[in-house]
């Protein structure tokens, strides 16, 4: 399945705003850059196309670029766990590394684009780049039964492609069962995750002069800026006492 591009205010995010507490120590985290739950939910279901990093049986990194399906199982009384299910060819050895080693991690990319010292008031600056991105440590499960196969490809149908759902039921349960037989599917339940919002958030004077720069740019930039107007960064006082 293929990755699509949502917008951070997707309805669903909204409802997943709790998730593990837990510092995962595996990026460099300042404090003014520190995403919470619900932000890590909004950009992992934006952007689902991921990285699954674990190591091979050399004790090296092995890494697949997924797209993975965000899950969220409230418990009365608990803080909510994500777990996120995904799947490999059969012919990937990364399921074999998984069932032998089943923690690894995991990390997705937000929206990136270079800053130019332009945006600050004065000349003494450097360049930068910001962007948005989250990691997690997590441990995986793999899914053997076709009902758990079947649960996960209609939740990726659902994220990617929702007008191929009818397609699918229709191609009979013998052609379902050969395609996937060759695939290995996993639940990831999600131990431990960095958000990191990095907008410049402790250089206020570059705020308002970044999101006209961000309004006027690519995609890339234009997403950005509608996270500086989620953190509330270079909004004009009209608009942050309307917020």
């Given at each position: 399945?293929?990755?699509?591009?949502?917008?951070?205010?997707?309805?669903?995010?909204?409802?997943?705003?709790?998730?593990?507490?837990?510092?995962?120590?595996?990026?460099?985290?300042?404090?003014?850059?520190?995403?919470?739950?619900?932000?890590?939910?909004?950009?992992?279901?934006?952007?689902?196309?991921?990285?699954?990093?674990?190591?091979?049986?050399?004790?090296?990194?092995?890494?697949?670029?997924?797209?993975?399906?965000?899950?969220?199982?409230?418990?009365?009384?608990?803080?909510?766990p994500f777990v996120l299910l995904g799947h490999v060819a059969k012919a990937n050895p990364h399921w074999h590394y998984l069932q032998a080693r089943p923690k690894a991690v995991v990390t997705f990319m937000g929206p990136h684009a270079y800053m130019?010292?332009?945006?600050?008031?004065?000349?003494?600056?450097?360049?930068?780049?910001?962007?948005?991105?989250?990691?997690?440590?997590?441990?995986?499960?793999?899914?053997?039964?076709?009902?758990?196969?079947?649960?996960?490809?209609?939740?990726?149908?659902?994220?990617?492609?929702?007008?191929?759902?009818?397609?699918?039921?229709?191609?009979?349960e013998d052609y379902q069962h050969k395609m996937m037989n060759g695939i290995v599917a996993f639940e990831l339940k999600l131990l431990e995750l960095q958000c990191k919002v990095k907008l410049n958030q402790h250089r206020p004077e570059a705020h308002?002069?970044?999101?006209?720069?961000?309004?006027?740019?690519?995609?890339?930039?234009?997403?950005?800026?509608?996270?500086?107007?989620?953190?509330?960064?270079?909004?004009?006082?009209?608009?942050?006492?309307?917020?």
């Open positions: 399945m293929t990755g699509r591009h949502r917008g951070i205010n997707d309805g669903r995010s909204a409802r997943r705003s709790t998730a593990p507490s837990a510092i995962l120590q595996g990026m460099y985290l300042p404090p003014q850059f520190k995403g919470d739950a619900g932000q890590a939910a909004a950009l992992m279901e934006a952007y689902p196309f991921a990285s699954l990093i674990s190591t091979d049986d050399a004790g090296l990194p092995y890494v697949t670029h997924l797209p993975l399906h965000l899950e969220q199982f409230p418990q009365a009384g608990q803080e909510a130019t010292p332009r945006v600050y008031p004065d000349l003494a600056r450097v360049p930068t780049w910001n962007y948005i991105t989250v990691h997690c440590t997590v441990e995986a499960r793999l899914l053997e039964h076709f009902d758990d196969k079947d649960h996960l490809l209609k939740h990726l149908i659902a994220d990617h492609d929702p007008a191929y759902a009818n397609q699918w039921r229709g191609l009979g308002a002069a970044m999101r006209a720069l961000y309004a006027q740019g690519g995609e890339n930039e234009q997403a950005l800026g509608d996270w500086m107007d989620r953190l509330r960064l270079g909004a004009s006082p009209a608009n942050s006492r309307e917020a």
